[in-house]
């Protein structure tokens, strides 16, 4: 189909993602999950511009007023460990680095304004996921934001 200028795929699968790449290494491929948690932690180790980065996107979730909602419902050490979490795998500095280096940043499932503001202009991310293809749209326009919208 020739779509692959347009297409990424991607497992949390190390294995499958390799496979992936032998298949068709025209085609952007995301981060598997060991990748990203070797990106996350060269990165709060102060490494992370020393270490070759194979990946062609990161991807990681931001958690939302779904994930927000639901932690009240957590323990304690697990509200604890949801925060530290969310503060590894959601930092600007890290995620301008990877720009910076010719890796796009995407982050999943944001479906509110709110969320998109805060991924897009606080957070500085090259694209989000969401349930909503139409209202990130309406956002894009409204905030005169020029991103290619893919459903």
Same mark, same amino acid.
């Given at each position: ?75 304690? =050490? &697990? +509200? ?8 590894? #795998? $959601?930092?600007?500095?890290? @995620?301008?680095? =990877? &720009? +910076? ?8 499932? #944001? $479906?509110?304004?709110?969320? @998109? ?35």
């Amino acid at each position: 189909y020739r779509r692959e200028h347009i297409t990424y795929w991607g497992s949390f699968n190390d294995v499958v993602c390799k496979k992936l790449t032998v298949e068709n290494s025209r085609i952007v491929r995301f981060c598997s999950l060991k990748e990203a948690a070797v990106i996350v932690l060269t990165y709060w180790l102060g490494l992370l511009p020393f270490i070759p980065l194979v990946p062609g996107a990161f991807e990681v979730p931001i958690p939302g007023e779904v994930f927000r909602k639901q932690a009240q419902n957590l323990t304690c =050490l &697990q +509200r604890t460990l949801f925060f530290l979490a969310e503060r590894a #795998l $959601n930092s600007k500095g890290m @995620f301008v680095h =990877l &720009q +910076r280096r010719g890796i796009p940043v995407y982050v999943w499932i #944001l $479906n509110e304004n709110q969320e @998109f503001e805060y991924a897009f202009q606080k957070m500085s991310v090259t694209g989000v996921m969401t349930d909503y293809p139409s209202r990130l749209q309406n956002y894009l326009k409204s905030n005169k934001l020029n991103y290619f919208l893919s459903v």
